[in-house]
């Protein structure tokens, strides 16, 4: 990997997208910039990921709305892979449970597709050297989903408990692996499960919880701090 604090100080970038003209427009426009190289590109995240542990990129450009395994479940499978590249969510999503959803899975950053190519620019480098920066078209939002401080201890006493206290200590363990990204199979294999089991679990979770998919039990678990 690169080192962007010595040496010739280019960022390395892989590109996660599964729009090709978008993907081409990004590394047309980064590759403009003498501190940037981007070095690969990929249309889903199972390519993506297998691309980043190849080449080894000091920073990841990461949709969120791929195809198969979503942007932040191939986030949390690099985190857990030990891979050192940075993740920056680059999305023209704006819902705020979904910045909370992304940084709580290990991304860096959380951009939307409207930013400047200069921004972005500046954003890359900042993330390669330890930062953490979220859009400020989506941080007011984000901030709603935290607990004001006169009613931290009626969150506390009142709407965490409810939702946990609704699921059983199997469903929670099912829940854990659902906010690590992982599918059926994994989870029935790390439970000791059947498939079937393991599927009856996760949709009792989600009806318990309220949602309507695996992603946004996982946004819950996250932003209520179920888990």
């Not at 993506?48 to 990129?57: F, N, Q, R, V, Y």
């Not at 409207?114 to 900042?126: A, G, H, R």
């Amino acid at each position: 990997m690169v080192d962007t604090l010595a040496g010739n100080g280019v960022i390395s970038v892989i590109i996660v997208e599964d729009y090709k003209l978008t993907r081409v427009g990004l590394k047309s426009t980064l590759n403009e910039y003498e501190h940037i190289n981007v070095v690969g590109e990929a249309e889903d995240a199972v390519e993506g990921i297998a691309l980043i542990e190849k080449l080894k990129p000091d920073v990841v450009l990461m949709d969120l709305g791929l195809p198969g395994m979503n942007g932040l479940e191939a986030t949390i499978k690099i985190k857990e892979k030990g891979l050192n590249s940075k993740v920056i969510i680059l999305t023209s999503h704006e819902r705020g449970e979904e910045v909370i959803a992304a940084l709580g899975s290990g991304a860096n950053a959380y951009c939307l597709k409207d930013i400047s190519p200069e921004t972005l620019s500046s954003v890359i480098k900042n993330v390669a050297e330890g930062a953490c920066w979220v859009d400020p078209g989506v941080s007011s939002v984000a901030l709603n989903f935290f607990p004001k401080p006169e009613n931290v201890s009626l969150i506390q006493t009142n709407d965490v408990p409810d939702a946990r206290a609704q699921l059983t200590e199997r469903e929670l363990e099912v829940l854990k692996h659902l906010v690590k990204g992982k599918s059926n199979t994994e989870i029935a294999k790390e439970l000791i499960v059947s498939v079937h089991t393991a599927k009856a679990h996760v949709c009792s979770i989600l009806q318990k919880l309220c949602v309507d998919d695996r992603v946004q039990a996982a946004v819950k678990a996250i932003k209520e701090n179920i888990i």
